[in-house]
């Protein structure tokens, strides 16, 4: 059973900075790919980033590329979400996610592991 936990969410204004992170334990956190997914208020949950086992190959969404980073550290565990640029349609909920079977990215319906989630807000 995969326990993931996120953090480093909050209020920030429009073009600030946040990183996200995200611990994970019960598994061989690097046999695996990770994602980071959001919902915004009255929205359906939609993928954001997505990084290989080994974070050589990164994913994102269109709105967010070119401002959203995805990272990983192996030894720690951890997967971690940097955020530039940040706009208020960035605001919601951020859930990290882990693959159930594959190493790779091969799309969203193959997550089947998630955090609790960790609100952003962005002003404007």
């Known amino acids: 059973q995969v326990q993931l936990v996120e953090s480093g969410g909050g209020l920030v204004q429009a073009g600030g900075s946040l990183r996200l992170s995200c611990a994970s334990s019960g598994r061989t956190f690097s046999n695996y790919a990770m994602g980071w997914f959001r919902r915004a208020p009255g929205e359906e949950r939609e993928f954001v980033a997505a990084i290989s086992w080994s974070g050589a190959k990164t994913y994102y969404t269109l709105s967010v590329k070119g401002r959203f980073t995805i990272s990983r550290d192996n030894a720690k565990n951890t997967v971690y979400l940097q955020m530039n640029s940040l706009k208020p349609e960035d605001t919601a909920v951020y859930y990290c996610?882990?693959?159930?079977?594959?190493?790779?990215?091969?799309?969203?319906?193959?997550?089947?592991?998630w955090g609790q989630g960790t609100q952003v807000t962005v002003s404007s």
């Open positions: 996610a882990a693959d159930n079977y594959y190493s790779d990215y091969v799309g969203p319906s193959s997550f089947g592991s």
